[in-house]
């Protein structure tokens, strides 16, 4: 038995798989069978393994500075262009851009400098975040406590009162919705609760409303339509921020862009990047603030005489280096176009298995979707737990196709971005098997 305590596992059943190496969308175990990567690893590897240019890039980079702190405005060239370039990538108006090791650090970055900003413009009462059920935010302490999973909590006494984390709705109608009512009424009811919330708190003290939009690890529930219109009215109304978390939705993941884009969200006050921002080639994320924010932290500082937050590895040039070839990548190649296409593809073939009897539902956007499977296909009852979709995610495997069960009984599917119509056609195949074999 390894020494190793596994991250966000049954510490009883660890898997029993070694993966040796990856090639493209494949990856490899230690005795050779070959898997096609059905999850981009953990929704991060958009452009697949091997990429030649990527570790050109890396090793490049190592050689000439392979490491060098931002402690104090100390600098270097390829982080000033990967943040100009982010900086300009963003929908939002001058995005300012402070650089973490992961998605979670990131939210825990954002988290403070809400409560800094506020601190700064003379409203320390305004502290307290809405998060949504169902999401995921990450697993520090802080974003643990933004996180609406139960799986996330439990035995870790977080500390959600210190942190005023007040949560609402997860906007999902297939399990949300009361009896009769229609995904307008849905919307409707789930946002006045929102609004709700919001009065029974005091708008005075609620800093910012965070959301994936679309969530990923929680099941990749899409809000109905008009859900985020409703929503940033609401914010708009009572002086609230619009925090959009696109760890997993970001670079091209839901068919444009952003999930932002996607969803018709204007101009996040906050957002959150990681994963795909390289690749998964190297640890790098990113916390985006509005210009406005900025500007109203930099006095304070300087009476302080430091801003004090900082990552030993803010701004890695390795990292960096990483991030900016990926995204030239992206660019240069049309990734984001060729995702969106292929990944209309994608939902359209999953949609040919919805008859299937364990589907309950079949959602998803771009090139991330999730498949429901249901104790009872008619009245959509859930299995108590998550046994079915732990098996099917293994059958998946041993037919040669990594997946991912979430939310109880649901596989997941978020492939590298390269994929290509053949190789989703090879995904929902194994799929189709394994399905038949877990029914
Ligand atoms: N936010 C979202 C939306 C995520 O999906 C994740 C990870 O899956 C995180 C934050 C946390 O990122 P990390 O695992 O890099 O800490």
Redesign the pocket.
């Known amino acids: 038995m390894s020494p190793i305590i596994y991250p966000t596992t049954n510490l009883k059943k660890p898997s029993d798989l070694v993966i040796e190496r990856g090639d493209g969308i494949y990856i490899f175990d230690n005795k050779g069978k070959k898997y096609l990567e059905g999850m981009a690893g953990?929704?991060c590897a958009s452009l697949g393994y091997n990429n030649q240019e990527i570790i050109d890039a890396a090793n490049a980079q190592m050689s000439k500075l392979s490491f060098s702190h931002m402690f104090g405005g100390k600098t270097h060239q390829v982080g000033i262009d990967l943040a100009e370039k982010l900086s300009s990538m963003v929908p939002m108006k001058n995005a300012k851009v402070f650089f973490g090791?992961?998605?979670?650090?990131?939210?825990d970055t954002h988290i403070k400098i809400l409560r800094y900003y506020f601190n700064a413009i003379g409203k320390p009462q305004k502290y307290k975040i809405i998060a949504r059920e169902r999401?995921?935010?990450?697993?520090?302490i802080a974003?643990a406590s933004l996180t609406g999973l139960p799986v996330n909590h439990t035995h870790f006494d977080l500390p959600f009162d210190a942190l005023g984390v007040l949560r609402t709705d997860a906007p999902h109608y297939y399990r949300g919705a009361q009896p009769q009512e229609s995904e307008t009424e849905f919307v409707n009811r789930i946002t006045n609760n929102l609004e709700q919330l919001i009065i029974k708190e005091g708008p005075e003290t609620i800093a910012a409303f965070i959301v994936?939009p679309i969530?990923?690890?929680s099941g990749v529930i899409v809000p109905p339509q008009g859900y985020y219109e409703k929503v940033q009215a609401i914010l708009a109304k009572y002086d609230i921020l619009f925090w959009a978390?696109?760890?997993?939705?970001g670079f091209g993941r839901t068919g444009n862009d952003f999930g932002s884009t996607t969803m018709g969200i204007k101009t996040p006050d906050l957002m959150?990047l990681?994963?795909q921002l390289s690749s998964a080639y190297f640890?790098i994320?990113a916390s985006l603030v509005s210009d406005d924010i900025y500007q109203a932290l930099v006095e304070p500082s300087n009476k302080v005489g430091v801003f004090g937050h900082g990552f030993t590895y803010t701004g890695h040039p390795v990292g960096c280096a990483v991030a900016l070839k990926t995204l030239e990548i992206y660019q240069r190649d049309n990734i984001f176009d060729h995702a969106a296409d292929v990944g209309e593809y994608m939902q359209t073939k999953l949609l040919t298995l919805k008859d299937h009897p364990l589907i309950g539902e079949i959602r998803g956007k771009g090139m991330i979707a999730a498949v429901e499977l249901v104790a009872d296909k008619k009245t959509g009852l859930a299995f108590s737990h998550g046994e079915v979709g732990n098996f099917a995610m293994k059958s998946c495997q041993q037919l040669g196709m990594i997946t991912r069960a979430i939310a109880g009984s649901s596989l997941a599917f978020c492939p590298p971005l390269i994929i290509t119509k053949p190789e989703i056609d090879e995904m929902i195949f194994i799929l189709q098997q394994a399905l038949d074999e877990t029914f």
Do not use: F
């Open positions: 953990l929704w090791n992961s998605g979670s650090d990131a939210n999401s995921y935010h990450g697993v520090t974003s994936e969530t990923g690890a978390d696109e760890v997993i939705t959150t990681a994963k640890p994320s």
